[in-house]
């Protein structure tokens, strides 16, 4: 409907029952059909989550508190929000959603809190991590597109914990980025360099989302993983992970990030490649091909799965800059 053809009643004696259209009909006069819907349908939903459960002042209380609390610990280096969204499993059903993978593609996975735009570009083969009481570890990998074609010149971040289990950002005194780095795929798609051993770790956990996690009997850890983010124009963003094949929380990361697809298992450095890299025979191994969908493959998925989940809610949609909003015409 034309915004400014919009009437709002008199906005009195609301009820259970039709306070929500109420408050959706005066919300409506925004021109922005993409932001109109999705306020509308969180409204909504909020709304029905209060009918159905009974929502009592007490428990509402205590939400406004929670999320209080929640803003209260947020900081430049410390996003608690993001961190609920994670262990409620929003965060990765959001980059389902938004960065859709064909099968033979790999897939995306939650990028945490703990990425930084100051680490640096290293070259081929270079040491990211300085932390002496890791596991060394020679990483190998190539980058290609859905046909098995190099893409080269793909600008990619690394990053990962120290032995400790602990991000360098999260050490007091930080002066240099450590764990970290950035490569840029070569001519044949391929970027190398040398690492430690992920170790497993805990997720934030001294704040309101440990109090949520411990309240639901939930442990904070996240297997071991080393996260990868690649950006190349043309190509959609792809944030991942890679994650060690046995780690003991293989099946219940607390942020719900691990996939068959990206788990990995280490081999050991042979001789000749011990000898090619410049590394120790016997240290371990983590050799992977990453494989990228184009912008425009990843828009066409994501407008395809659009229409069918809507068509299933029985919902007739349109498309616009990429994003559904209802079909009124
Ligand atoms: C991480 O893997 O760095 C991470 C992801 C989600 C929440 C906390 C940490
Ligand atoms: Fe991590």
């Not at 270079?126 to 010149?153: A, F, R």
């Not at 051993?197 to 805990?202: F, G, K, M, T």
């Amino acid at each position: 409907m034309d915004p400014s053809q919009v009437t709002i009643p008199p906005l009195m004696d609301l009820t259970i029952d039709n306070i929500t259209e109420n408050v959706n009909l005066i919300n409506s006069a925004n021109p922005d059909a993409r932001f109109k819907y999705v306020l509308e349908r969180l409204v909504h939903h909020l709304h029905d989550f209060a009918r159905e459960t009974r929502l009592s002042t007490h428990e509402w209380m205590a939400g406004i508190q929670f999320l209080t609390k929640t803003g209260q610990i947020c900081s430049d280096v410390r996003q608690e929000f993001i961190l609920l969204s994670d262990i409620l499993g929003l965060s990765l059903l959001v980059d389902s959603i938004d960065h859709p993978k064909p099968p033979n593609s790999t897939e995306g996975t939650v990028l945490g809190p703990f990425h930084t735009h100051d680490a640096h570009s290293l070259g081929h083969g270079e040491l990211m991590s300085h932390d002496d009481n890791g596991d060394p570890l020679l990483v190998l990998c190539t980058v290609k597109d859905v046909n098995g074609k190099p893409v080269s010149g793909v600008k990619i971040d690394i990053w990962e914990t120290d032995s400790s289990g602990h991000y360098d950002v999260q050490h007091a005194g930080r002066t240099e980025p450590d764990g970290r780095c950035i490569m840029t795929s070569d001519d044949k798609g391929d970027f190398w360099f040398k690492a430690i051993v992920p170790v497993p770790y805990p997720i934030p956990h001294d704040g309101p989302v440990g109090q949520l996690l411990k309240t639901l009997r939930r442990h904070p850890m996240r297997p071991a993983h080393m996260h990868f983010m690649f950006d190349k124009e043309g190509y959609d963003h792809l944030i991942t992970a890679l994650y060690l094949r046995g780690d003991p929380y293989e099946t219940s990361d607390a942020v719900f990030g691990v996939k068959n697809s990206l788990i990995v298992e280490l081999g050991k450095v042979d001789k000749a490649t011990a000898e090619k890299y410049g590394v120790d025979e016997g240290i371990a191994l983590l050799t992977h091909d990453f494989v990228l969908v184009t912008d425009e493959e990843s828009k066409r998925l994501r407008e395809e799965n659009s229409r069918k989940a809507l068509a299933k809610l029985g919902k007739k949609v349109k498309i616009v800059e990429g994003l559904p909003v209802p079909d009124v015409d």
